[in-house]
């Protein structure tokens, strides 16, 4: 075991776990933050997007000893009471069914949005690549982020 300090949404955050422990891990059993979820385990799904410096990563396959002093975002630290524009406009497009990938649809989403304010299509599907919703809402995320952008820009 060793002890890490993790900037966790702007707290820092001591934890005793092993070097190997993934940051999903880290998150949900150490911290008690759970609405990042676990999916596939081996970053193919996207369920465990968080951002690690503002970029969108698989919480699932990094190891807690590569995060050093990078700043970690979970959806519990996009936005203090679930109004961020990307979430606004996720209510708006009604786009959650079962809801169980949305934390990472919504983490994947707000990254690219800080990186591009006016994504076209083709720029949305390639940022949401290998974010997988098992319902099939995809038309909904993709007009949703459209309207975040919007809003975002106006």
């Known amino acids: 075991m060793a002890q890490f300090t993790l900037n966790i949404n702007g707290k820092q955050q001591q934890v005793d776990v092993a070097e190997d422990t993934p940051l999903l891990w880290v998150l949900r059993d150490h911290i008690k933050l759970v609405g990042t979820k676990y999916g596939c385990g081996i970053s193919q799904c996207g369920a465990c997007t ?3 410096d503002g970029t969108a990563t698989r919480s699932c396959s990094i190891p807690v000893s590569a995060i050093g002093n990078k700043k970690v975002v979970t959806i519990e630290g996009l936005s203090k009471n679930g109004d961020h524009p990307v979430q ?3 209510i708006e497009h009604d786009v959650a069914q079962c ?5 990472g649809q919504i983490m994947s989403a707000s990254a690219l949005l800080d990186k591009n304010s006016n994504p076209s299509d083709e720029e949305i599907y390639s940022a ?3 974010n997988i919703c098992r319902c099939g809402t995809y038309l909904r995320i993709r007009s949703a982020i459209h309207s975040a952008a919007s809003n975002m820009n106006a």
């Not at 809801?99 to 934390?103: I, K, L, P, V």
């Open 99 to 103: 809801g169980y990938c949305q934390a």
């Open 50 to 52: 968080v951002h690690l």
């Open 128 to 130: 949401m690549n290998g």
């Open 88 to 90: 606004k406009a996720w």
